[in-house]
C-alpha cells in the first residue's frame, strides 16, 4: 500500500509516499481501507521536530490521526464489525495518510450513510477538542462565549457546539468568514483593531461575557481576564502557560473516545454540526495540503484522499 513516512525532522519537503506493507490485523482490530483522512497543525509542529520532548519520532514515521473509510479486514474476535461497513474513527500511531490503517475496534464507530466521507474523515482531532474545550469551561445556555479563530479547523466546530449546549456566541475571525460565522448563529467580530476590546464588548450587547474558548494562543487568554470572564472558564487549547494565571489548558485527549465521537457523528448526521471542508488533495500531494494548512487563515479542514 501506498503511506506518507519522514526519514528526518524538517520541512514538508520531508515528506514522501512510499510503498509499505498493508498491515494485518490482530486479535481485536480491523483493517480500515481509508477514503478520506484529516491533516492537523499540531502534525506540521510534530515533523518539523519542535515537539520531540513531548511526542518523538521513530523514523521512518507516519503521520495522521483522523479517517474515515471501509472496513477491508476484522481480527479474530471482532462482532460489531465486519468487512464493507463504514466506518469514522482515529489512530495513535500516526498511521491514517495511507491507503489502509489497522486500529484497535474501540477506535472505530459507524458512519451513517449521510455523513460525507470528508467530514467523518477530519472529524477526530478538531472534533474532540472542540468538544473538550467547551466541556471544560462548562459552557450551556444562558452563556455568552467568545470563540477565538472561529472559523478555523478547531474553531468552527467549537463555535457550533457551544452554540448547541445552548449558548450565544461571539465568534473572532477575518471578515472573509463572517457570512459563514453569521448562518451558523455567531455574531463575528474581526480580530484586529486597537479597538477590538470594545467591539466584543459590543457584539455582547451590554451582556457579561461569561466564557472564552481559545482555539489560537497568542494572548486570547489575556483577552477573557480583560473581559472580566473568570479564570476558571476560560480555556485554552494553543497557550500552554495559561495554567498560571488560572485558565484550563485543554487537550482533546481528554475527549478521544469511540463514544465522543459517535456522539460528534451523530450531530453531523443530524445536521446540527458541519465539518466545513477547505480543500481536498490525493495522497500524493500530502506537501501542498501541508503548505496550505501552513499558510493561515484556511476556513475549516484539510483532507487527504488516498
Known amino acids: 500500500m501506498r503511506a506518507v513516512r519522514f526519514e528526518q525532522y524538517g520541512p514538508d519537503d520531508v515528506l514522501e509516499v512510499v510503498d509499505v506493507d498493508t498491515p494485518v490485523p490482530r486479535a481485536g482490530e480491523v483493517v480500515v481501507a481509508v477514503r478520506a483522512a484529516g491533516i492537523n497543525p499540531g502534525e506540521i509542529g510534530i515533523r518539523e521536530g519542535r515537539m520531540h520532548e513531548r511526542w518523538p519520532a521513530t ?3 507516519g503521520e495522521g490521526s483522523d479517517f ?21 474513527g482515529f489512530t495513535n500511531d500516526r ?10 475496534v474501540d ?3 459507524a458512519k451513517p450513510a449521510n455523513v460525507p466521507w470528508d467530514a467523518a474523515g477530519a472529524l477526530f482531532v478538531a472534533g474532540t477538542t472542540a468538544y473538550a474545550v467547551v466541556a471544560a469551561a462548562q459552557v450551556g445556555p444562558g452563556d455568552v462565549v467568545v470563540v477565538s479563530a472561529a472559523a478555523g479547523g478547531v474553531g468552527s466546530l467549537t463555535v457550533q457546539w457551544a452554540r448547541r449546549a445552548g449558548a450565544s456566541v461571539i465568534g473572532l475571525a477575518s471578515p472573509a468568514h463572517h457570512d459563514w460565522l453569521w448562518a451558523h448563529g455567531v455574531e463575528p467580530v474581526e480580530y484586529a483593531g486597537e479597538d477590538f ?21 497568542g494572548g486570547y487568554v489575556q483577552l477573557g481576564l480583560d473581559l472580566g470572564v473568570a479564570p476558571e472558564r476560560i480555556a485554552t487549547i494553543a497557550d500552554f502557560g495559561a495554567g498560571r494565571l488560572g485558565a484550563r489548558v485543554v487537550s482533546h485527549s481528554v475527549a478521544a473516545t469511540a463514544p465522543v465521537m459517535a456522539e460528534l457523528v451523530a450531530a453531523i448526521a443530524a445536521g446540527e454540526l458541519e465539518v466545513p471542508i477547505a480543500a481536498r488533495f490525493p495522497l500524493e500531494q500530502v506537501r501542498d495540503a501541508y503548505r496550505l494548512q501552513a499558510s493561515g487563515h484556511v476556513h475549516g479542514k484539510i483532507v487527504l484522499v488516498p
Open 68 to 88: 474515515a473509510g471501509v472496513v477491508d479486514a476484522a481480527g479474530p474476535g471482532v462482532a460489531a464489525f465486519r468487512p464493507g461497513d463504514d466506518v469514522v
Open 197 to 217: 476590546v470594545d467591539r466584543v464588548r459590543a457584539a455582547a450587547d451590554d451582556r457579561a461575557v461569561t466564557a472564552l474558548l481559545d482555539t489560537h494562543g
Open 59 to 61: 523514523f521512518p514515521e
Open 95 to 104: 498511521a491514517s495518510h495511507a491507503e489502509f490503517v489497522r486500529v484497535s
Open 107 to 109: 477506535q472505530v464507530v
